[in-house]
């Protein structure tokens, strides 16, 4: 469940509990109030669990229900005895009530608070970056940089500043578009039909595919550390507020610790090419993808016809015999780093273009080869994969 969904339930859940609290249902109120406070953390559910204690300690509330049970076991020539009569160990009977939850902590600076409350209390994409609608590109972008700097996750602390930073990546994603923008200034909406050259899906602005975190790596090269913000607002994204164990403070804890994983995800390929420089260097590897000083002689893998570099071909067929296991597995090995490669160079050429079509270059993006994702093409096509490369 998104964070949106979690915080519309808990709203609802919200509301079912001040109705029974008004009811003078202090049990059924409080149930609801917590689950609202598991759900998504707010003032709102807080200030309802202090209304049920406050109730509580007033001696309101399941008054109706008791009184009835009363006369029923009276009526019934049963005696029920009174709460505060003493009872047989000599002290008061007290019902026992639920430890109050802790408020939820907010560990933004007020400044930091009162931006993301701005931010979200926003009623459209204008308002979103607090400029005009005769706005020019160079204002669009020029609040785009100011509130995406104040508004990014690794910098803002304040509860909830995902999801500002998301609605500033939003705006910016839709105003910076021509064609997007003068779709939302006639209907009010986002264009789902407002894509860029060839269809190509990171120019939709479909929700599911919008990424805030890639559009602010792109717009200031990868500034503050690319961890991606995908999985969350899209994916699983980042609950900005959702608190465990019944209201405790541990937001911003959970949100540190994801952006932390997702930021490992992605130096994955880094590592791994450190790892495979460290065993380059400390012993020989039997091939090169890249013909140089040691490795002169080219070879290609018998499936895909892959071009790899050796040191000489009987030192190579004294390792590994043509037709046995060992060099079926070191083909293998060779077609699976080419095609890692390729799918970066593929990655990295549809971001260049990516930046160009976002920056107003429509041209030069439609004039931009991608020559690793055709590779990749005509690989899939030997495999009869046929794996779409999304450019």
Same mark, same amino acid.
């Given at each position: 469940?998104?964070?949106?969904?979690?915080?519309?339930?808990?709203?609802?859940? &919200?509301?079912?509990?001040?109705?029974?609290?008004?009811?003078? !249902?202090?049990?059924?109120?409080?149930?609801?109030?917590?689950?609202?406070?598991?759900? $998504?953390?707010?003032?709102?559910? =807080?200030?309802?669990?202090?209304?049920?204690?406050?109730?509580? /300690?007033?001696? +309101?509330?399941?008054?109706?229900?008791?009184?009835?049970?009363?006369? =029923?076991? =009276?009526?019934?020539?049963?005696?029920?005895?009174?709460?505060?009569?003493?009872?047989?160990?000599? *002290?008061?009977?007290?019902?026992?009530?639920?430890?109050?939850?802790?408020?939820?902590?907010?560990?933004?600076?007020?400044?930091?608070?009162?931006?993301?409350?701005?931010?979200?209390?926003? +009623?459209?994409?204008?308002?979103?970056?607090?400029?005009?609608?005769?706005?020019?590109?160079?204002?669009?972008? +020029?609040?785009?940089?100011?509130?995406?700097?104040?508004?990014?996750?690794?910098?803002?602390? /304040?509860?909830?500043?995902?999801?500002?930073?998301?609605?500033?990546?939003?705006?910016?994603?839709?105003?910076?578009? *021509?064609?997007?923008?003068? $779709?939302?200034?006639?209907?009010?909406? !986002?264009?789902?039909?407002?894509?860029?050259?060839? *269809?190509?899906? #990171?120019?939709?602005?479909?929700?599911?595919?919008?990424?805030?975190?890639?559009?602010?790596?792109?717009?200031?090269?990868?500034? %503050?550390?690319?961890?991606?913000?995908?999985?969350?607002? *899209? &994916?699983?994204?980042?609950?900005?507020?959702?608190?465990?164990?019944?209201?405790?403070?541990?937001?911003?804890?959970?949100?540190?610790?994801?952006?932390?994983? %997702?930021?490992?995800?992605?130096?994955?390929?880094?590592?791994?090419?450190? &790892?495979?420089?460290?065993?380059?260097?400390?012993?020989?590897?039997? #091939?090169?993808?890249?013909?140089?000083?040691? $490795?002169? &002689?080219? %070879?290609?893998?018998?499936?895909?016809?892959?071009?790899?570099?050796?040191?000489?071909?009987?030192? %190579? !067929?004294?390792?590994?015999?043509?037709?046995?296991?060992?060099?079926?597995?070191?083909?293998?090995?060779?077609?699976?780093? #080419?095609?890692?490669?390729?799918?970066?160079?593929?990655?990295?050429?549809?971001?260049?273009?990516?930046?160009?079509?976002?920056?107003?270059?429509?041209?030069?993006?439609?004039?931009?080869?991608?020559?690793?994702?055709?590779?990749?093409?005509?690989?899939?096509?030997?495999?009869?994969?046929?794996?779409?490369?999304?450019?």
């Amino acid at each position: 469940m998104t964070t949106e969904a979690n915080r519309d339930e808990a709203r609802k859940c &919200v509301l079912l509990a001040r109705r029974c609290l008004d009811a003078g !249902e202090l049990d059924k109120a409080e149930r609801y109030a917590h689950k609202a406070q598991r759900l $998504y953390a707010s003032m709102e559910a =807080q200030a309802v669990l202090e209304a049920i204690e406050a109730a509580r /300690a007033s001696g +309101k509330g399941e008054g109706p229900s008791t009184s009835a049970g009363a006369q =029923q076991h =009276q009526a019934n020539g049963h005696h029920r005895p009174s709460a505060s009569k003493p009872a047989a160990h000599g *002290g008061p009977h007290l019902p026992h009530r639920p430890a109050k939850p802790k408020p939820v902590e907010d560990p933004g600076t007020p400044e930091q608070k009162a931006l993301v409350a701005e931010v979200l209390k926003a +009623k459209d994409f204008y308002e979103v970056l607090g400029i005009t609608k005769d706005a020019t590109d160079d204002d669009i972008k +020029k609040a785009y940089r100011k509130l995406a700097l104040k508004l990014h996750p690794d910098k803002n602390k /304040a509860l909830h500043s995902d999801e500002a930073f998301k609605a500033v990546s939003k705006a910016f994603n839709c105003l910076s578009d *021509g064609d997007k923008r003068a $779709y939302y200034d006639r209907t009010g909406h !986002e264009s789902s039909a407002a894509v860029g050259p060839g *269809g190509a899906y #990171y120019y939709t602005t479909s929700t599911e595919d919008f990424d805030p975190e890639e559009l602010f790596n792109m717009f200031f090269g990868g500034g %503050l550390g690319a961890h991606a913000f995908r999985a969350q607002f *899209g &994916v699983p994204r980042q609950g900005g507020g959702q608190a465990q164990g019944g209201g405790g403070g541990t937001a911003a804890a959970d949100q540190q610790q994801r952006a932390a994983m %997702l930021g490992l995800l992605q130096l994955m390929p880094i590592l791994l090419i450190l &790892v495979f420089t460290f065993f380059q260097s400390s012993q020989s590897p039997p #091939y090169s993808l890249v013909q140089e000083s040691a $490795y002169k &002689v080219e %070879l290609l893998t018998q499936r895909l016809s892959i071009p790899f570099y050796v040191k000489s071909v009987p030192e %190579l !067929e004294r390792a590994y015999p043509a037709g046995s296991s060992a060099r079926y597995r070191l083909e293998r090995q060779v077609e699976s780093a #080419y095609y890692e490669r390729l799918e970066a160079r593929c990655q990295q050429e549809r971001l260049m273009r990516h930046r160009a079509w976002s920056w107003g270059n429509r041209e030069q993006a439609r004039a931009m080869k991608l020559e690793a994702c055709e590779e990749i093409e005509r690989v899939n096509e030997k495999l009869g994969m046929r794996r779409p490369v999304g450019y």
